[in-house]
């Protein structure tokens, strides 16, 4: 069965972006892979965050993990800081890293344009995505389009590792699921996104009237005459609304108003209506079990073995790279 890793950071609840895009991946490689998944602390205090606030998202993010499908008695799933190996490894790989190639990373430039302080951690950040993945020997990542080039970075660390060491760490995959990329339902030329501001995402765990409010003042056009292409934001209309019935098993309703949109009859109140209901079929489920979970208080106790179980793997491998290394 082949290992798959993939981390998030705790930057606060997933958006429906992030659950189309991600989360529904991870949930469904859990049937026939061996997952482990991290909420990734030490890569969140790359830039400044408030440490009680951190803490708190960082458990929140994991309870969001299991209510959107990820079973922790099936997968690993942990916080990243409890596995300290993730650091040391973070070194190690640091030494085979070539300082060219994280000065073309498109993530640091975009990070860390129009700040006053740049850490050094937000640099060398790759390399910790890298010790993370490779901590496991992991063989396949699932991550989305902006991670790839990460991901390859990790693999050339790995190629440096082995040639320099001897053959240890398979170089991993990235596994781009059915690239759902959804867009702003105000603005439908941004991606769907949180940094842009509350109109621009619906929240997984968002009040149902707030998500009504939202696909209601989606943006459409004034409408089209047959045949004329779909605008952006009615495009993401039917998107949502395609994931969403897919998720349910039934993609009736989208073929129809397909046909009515393709013979210029379709009413935006009556798509709007089909997306709203359609993902709230999905989220609600979402949405009680998270309460429950949280509910429950059972989130540390969960993680504490989650860590131990990851743990015990990487030590295993820490130990073997040090002896490689000739270190201790
Ligand atoms: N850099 C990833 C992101 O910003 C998060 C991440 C950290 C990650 N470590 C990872 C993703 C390892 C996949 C594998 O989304």
Redesign the pocket.
Known sequence: MTRI?????PTGTPHIGNYFGALRNWVALQEDHECVY?V?DY?AITIEVDPTALRQASRNMALDLMACGIDPQRSIMFIQSAVPEHTELAWILGCVTSYGDLTRMTQFKDKSAGRKFISAGLFTYPIL?AA??LLYRTQG?P?GED?VQ?LELSRRIARRFNSRFGEFFPEPDPIVGKGARIMSLADPTIKMSKSAGEAHYIGVMEDEKSIQKKIRSAVTDTGLTAGEEMSPGVATLFEILELSTEMLGDTSIVSELKADFGAGKLMYSHLKDAVFENLMAVLRPIQARRAELAASGKVDEILAQGAEKARVIARENIAKVRELAGLG
């Not at 890793?5 to 950071?9: A, K, L, N, R, Y």
Request: aromatic letters at 6%; hydrophobic letters at 40%.
């Open positions: 890793f993939s981390g998030i950071q991290c990734v890569h995505q993370d993945i990542v991550v991670q990460h």
